[in-house]
């Protein structure tokens, strides 16, 4: 498949006029591989490491020509670009190795298989909806139900087990015993979305970035917020998309193993 067909593909499911206002979805660098065949390296953020990761599975032998992530590259339009900058780096190895890169953000956040609804199957999550619907079938977060019920003691083990987070914070409880039937998830920086999960009738939400004062507005509202962080909360939507596009039989895809959680918890 050439690499303009994989995108029109993707543009079908997860169509980049999805996006918010201040995203910057669709192609980041295009420096001329629309027609080659897809060889695909797939991120979460595409950083200096990912690239390096291409130029040397280049070298290997894999000509890898597309570093399709989650997180733009470029979220602003930067007023310049230079040697030793990342983004100039970025661009200047984009063309000189001839490896595109293109991201799919909040359009990939709504979809079905996107970052939400894969940590809702990740959890088992029964009779699942969007928390923000945007359109029918698509949105923001899902929420939906445990069959059987599990307690937050086992609820917290199995996000940690099935997401191994490099750290996993939640609100603080009285009963860990207690019985949690339906859980909220949204991938990445969710807490704006709590008025909007506590509308939904969970008794815990699962997502990243949270600060002080939001554990503290959780608590208030009868919330359990828990924080697994950016990372664990959205890599397996990237998994999840290398084994979409193996089903249309590319050339070559592979998830990056140079992703980075850009954070270190000391004990």
Request: charged share 20%.
């Amino acid at each position: 498949m050439k690499i303009a067909d994989l995108i029109t593909w993707f543009e079908k499911w997860a169509n980049p006029a999805w996006q918010e206002s201040w995203d910057n979805c669709g192609w980041q660098i295009e420096p001329g591989v629309l027609q080659e065949d897809a060889r695909v390296l797939v991120c979460l953020t595409p950083t200096l490491a990912v690239m390096e990761e291409a130029i040397a599975l280049r070298n290997s032998g894999i000509a890898a020509n597309l570093i399709f992530a989650h997180h733009p590259l470029i979220f602003s339009p930067p007023k310049f670009l230079r040697s030793g900058d990342a983004i100039g780096e970025m661009a200047r190895l984009a063309f000189t190795h001839n490896i595109g890169i293109y991201s799919a953000h909040t359009n990939f956040d709504q979809v079905e298989d996107g970052t939400a609804d894969v940590l809702a199957q990740i959890l088992q999550l029964k009779e699942v909806s969007p928390v923000v619907p945007t359109q029918p079938g698509l949105g923001y977060g899902r929420v939906g139900n445990l069959e059987p019920s599990l307690s937050l003691k086992e609820l917290l083990a199995t996000i940690q087990t099935r997401l191994a987070p490099s750290h996993l914070v939640s609100s603080p409880v009285a009963n860990l015993e207690q019985a949690i039937s339906r859980v909220a998830v949204l991938g990445g920086s969710g807490a704006s979305f709590i008025s909007a999960v506590v509308k939904t009738g969970a008794q815990a939400y699962l997502t990243s970035d949270c600060k002080f004062h939001q554990f503290q507005e959780s608590r208030d509202r009868n919330l359990i917020l828990i924080d697994a962080g950016h990372y664990a909360t959205e890599r397996p939507a990237c998994d999840r998309l290398v084994q979409k596009f193996q089903d249309l039989n590319l050339e070559w895809v592979q998830l990056s193993q140079k992703d980075e959680d850009f954070r270190s918890f000391f004990q």
